[in-house]
């Protein structure tokens, strides 16, 4: 019979051994391999491969596989999750918590390369922000690490609070809280009450939070947690006013008497609250002002957030297909529609786990299109085109899109790219 490893034999071994991996494909010489399970694969049955390739341990749930330097847990993620927790009680170092429905991955990015100017940090890596992300990121924390940032995510309630659990943040920030994942949330208000466990965590740790003193709910939210406020007004701890946003934001920041301006290479207006809440964690930090100017001027976003891309048809895209929900698709079409360009094109995909309220934000989107002045719209997935009417031209599939602008290419059109992830809105680029 197979006795059961510990979590502390666990962490023992953990800190002679400081490298988790969970995917046999970056097993490295001498990292703990972890067999997770997923909805098509067991980890359990590359427990093997993981030793042969180099792997120290594998941790395993199911006892078929057991072998030398595999060791037997209850459940691998359970698991996982508790070494995260115990290495979190030996860390006496700040950890930014950071949720919100909209921008949180952009301000996580911001946020560490301000920090990263002046300390040694760890941060999420990618949007890494699940049951399984936050755990590994805490893992990855060193002993030379002077500030950790965690970005947490969720679709459904009391996962903050979980993720809360496991990281223990010091400090808390919430961009926003919109309307994204309603499905999983159960509606508007249960998204509401999921990203305030982050506030309810720090409140009760006696921690602080960074608050965007121009969001009402935001302050309603935090009300009686020690916070400190960053937005527009001067009164503020951190005051700063948009200058610019067309397309590339420049912003003033208003500090000790005396104004900055900083021209930042991020798209839209809708960033100006990302970098102020980046701007505020710095200040909060001490770090000097020029250090946080040129850090946030550095930056340039990825993964298909808000970049602009010129293509060799000569368009000007503005490409923000990670992810869509009604708040953020609401946000990029007011700034789109503000912007001076001519010749205006705007190719949207479905917003994903609406749920009942799918058709009628669909619809809401549409109509502020109507209200706008665009010279060609293009929608893409199901959703929108029940809703689309004459108005736009509509297809079922990606695949749809792609076909006809290969057919009719478009040429000299700045072009707003927006849609959930799942639709796959990236595909189209190839053929601007």
Known sequence: MHSFTTANELYELFRKHPEIIIDTRKITP??????????????????????RLGASYAVIDNKSYHTENTLLVENALEA???????????????????????????????????????????ATKGNLNNHIGVPLTILSI?????????????????????????????????????????????????VIKTKNELYQYIGKSSGRLFVNGNNELLMKLSDGIDRWLYGTKPEFQTSCSISVSDPFLELNWNSSGS?????????GGYNFENAVAAIAIGNYFKIPLEKITQSIEAYI??????????????????MDAYNANPSSMNAALLNFSA????????????????????????????????????????????????????AALSFLKVEDAVDWLSQKPVCDYTILLKGSRGIRMEKIMDTL
């Open 80 to 122: 996982l999750q508790q070494l995260a927790g115990i290495h979190r009680d030996r860390l006496k170092i700040p950890l930014i918590g950071i949720t919100g429905t909209n921008g949180k991955t952009t301000t996580k990015e911001l946020v560490n390369t301000v920090l990263g100017s002046h300390f040694e940090v760890q």
């Open 259 to 267: 104004t900055e301006i900083i021209h930042t290479q991020l798209v």
């Open 30 to 51: 001498g990292c703990i391999f972890f067999a997770l399970k997923g909805d098509t694969f067991d980890g359990n049955s590359f427990a093997h491969e993981a030793l």
């Open 339 to 390: 912007l001076s360009a001519n010749n205006k094109m705007v190719i949207l995909g479905d917003m994903l786990e609406l749920g009942d309220e799918s058709l009628a934000e669909h619809k809401a989107i549409v109509d502020l299109m109507m209200t706008m002045k665009f010279e060609q719209i293009v929608l893409v997935g199901p959703e929108f085109q029940k809703v689309a009417g004459n």
């Open 301 to 318: 976003p990825s993964n298909n957030r808000s970049q602009k891309v010129n293509t060799r048809k000569n368009n000007t895209v503005i």
């Open 142 to 190: 060193t002993g030379s690490t002077e500030i950790a940032i965690i970005e947490m995510g969720a679709n459904h309630p009391g996962e903050i609070a979980f993720l809360c659990e496991i990281a223990k943040p010091t400090l808390g920030l919430i961009t926003n809280i919109g309307k994204a994942h309603l499905e999983g949330f159960g509606g508007y208000d249960g």
